[in-house]
């Protein structure tokens, strides 16, 4: 089992190196090929042995990885974990290029629920995926990612805005296209979107394109994740909501120990939950439902198979804020540090119903840590996660936990660090759990 700073330190190198789900899939794809886990193409038959991990990508930005475990076990069940890999953003529009007062700016759309403010005055840097032709007339895609910090969206002055710190909102169409340039004075070399990403593919070694045909671009901060507080005691980071959630169940599942653990394991970690997870890769999507009816065969084993089944789905939490603390239920404000917390919702917002709360209290007794509960105050909205969506796809009993954060959907989100880790623990344990309570 890792130590704490160990599994923070890997925590932070996958936030770093995973600004966009394509990347993302790609950092979980290569720590599940070190770790021996064989990739299956969907467009391909499939040979499974027992005692074996393997996994599929679908638009490279959604990934599932699953531990085959014994043939004779497998009708007590699949230990299920599902996260999601997107976070709210700012994309690149399709026709981005804007000329406005001597400067070059791109266009952006906002990608989910993002909290806009904190995106201004950031050092911002751009990733995604581009599609290209080459000489050949072959399509072709590369993920790109600029690292460095490449755009900045300045804030208006409170000198021509007295009323900012009272009033001021933000106008997503005006207001945020980020700046990357001034043009230059002769405008005979006006700076494009397309022209910066065939010099930055080139010099990334992609020399044969011929045209840029298409891309999915987003803006990201480019201030790398950290330890902060004056005991380190937090994690900021971008897109804590959700990679931080991808991170435990992949580090969980990496140790598994699929070569001698009986019992089948599986991951998912779907794209654009942020914006409703209905696309072919996204949690209303067949992607899982697919790949367990491939590994499973028979309707009726698949049935069977899913009622002793438990689906964990693990997405941040809202730690209650000293600051804001009647945006809380009196009785259900957990604190950073003091455990995941377990989501629920009577109108089924969140999965969990009183038993699977209760398998994974019954977990965390067993492994000695602690957890904690949330619902939302009763004159509030309350937020969701591919918890219901795979409950309802699947028809698996499910629960929903995750980990207390501060600015939820903010370019820098706040995390303890400790609550990960002891969710780690725990979702190792459930892999390994032959008898689940039923
Ligand atoms: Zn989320």
Redesign the pocket.
């Known amino acids: 089992m890792s130590t704490l700073s160990d599994f923070n330190h890997q925590l932070l190198q996958f936030l770093n190196s995973s600004p966009t789900p394509f990347h993302a899939v790609s950092s979980m794809t290569e720590l599940l090929i070190n770790a021996g886990f064989i990739p299956l193409k969907e467009s391909e038959s499939w040979s499974l042995k027992d005692f074996q991990g393997y996994f599929i990508t679908r638009n490279d930005s959604s990934i599932i990885a699953f531990t085959t475990g014994s043939q004779e076990y497998f009708k007590h069940g699949w230990r299920l974990v599902g996260a999601?890999t997107d976070s709210p953003c700012l994309k690149v529009k399709p026709n981005a290029d804007l000329y406005q007062q001597n400067y070059w700016q791109l266009g952006v759309e906002v990608y989910g629920g993002a909290l806009l403010n904190p995106w201004y005055d950031r050092d911002l840097s751009l990733a995604g995926r581009v599609t290209f032709l080459n000489s050949q007339k072959q399509v072709c895609s590369a993920l790109i990612n600029f690292e460095e910090p490449i755009a900045v969206i300045p804030s208006l002055a409170i000198h021509l805005d007295r009323n900012a710190n009272k009033e001021r909102s933000i106008n997503p169409q005006t207001d945020i296209p980020p700046i990357l340039s001034l043009i230059p004075e002769d405008n005979t070399n006006k700076p494009t979107l397309s022209k910066l990403l065939i010099s930055h593919l080139n010099s990334a070694g992609y020399q044969d394109i011929k045209e840029i045909l298409d891309y999915e671009l987003s803006f990201y901060d480019s201030q790398a994740p950290a330890l902060v507080g004056l005991n380190k005691e937090f994690i900021a980071s971008a897109r804590l909501?959700?990679l931080l959630s991808c991170f435990i169940g992949l580090h969980a599942l990496l140790n598994s120990e699929y070569q001698k653990n009986e019992v089948p394991c599986l991951l998912v970690c779907n794209d654009h939950?942020?914006v409703g997870s209905q696309s072919h890769c996204g949690a209303q999507g067949p992607f899982l439902q697919q790949t367990l009816t491939r590994v499973m065969g028979c309707p009726i084993t698949a049935a069977q198979v899913m009622a002793n089944s438990l689906m964990i789905s693990v997405?941040?939490a809202h730690g209650i804020h000293p600051n804001y603390a009647d945006r809380h239920d009196a009785n259900h404000g957990p604190i950073l540090n003091k455990g995941p917390v377990i989501k629920q919702n009577c109108n089924q917002r969140y999965a969990t119903n009183s038993e699977t709360a209760a398998i994974y209290k019954w977990l965390s007794q067993q492994q000695q840590v602690p957890f904690q509960s949330f619902v939302v105050r009763t004159d509030m909205a309350c937020g969701s996660?591919i918890g219901p969506i795979t409950a309802g796809e699947l028809g698996v009993r499910t629960l929903d936990i995750g980990v207390p954060t501060f600015a939820m959907h903010s370019p820098r989100e706040l995390a303890g660090n400790q609550d990960g880790y002891i969710l780690n623990n725990v979702l190792q344990a459930f892999f390994k759990t032959t008898e689940l309570p039923s």
């Open positions: 999601h909501d959700n939950e942020e997405d941040n996660t």
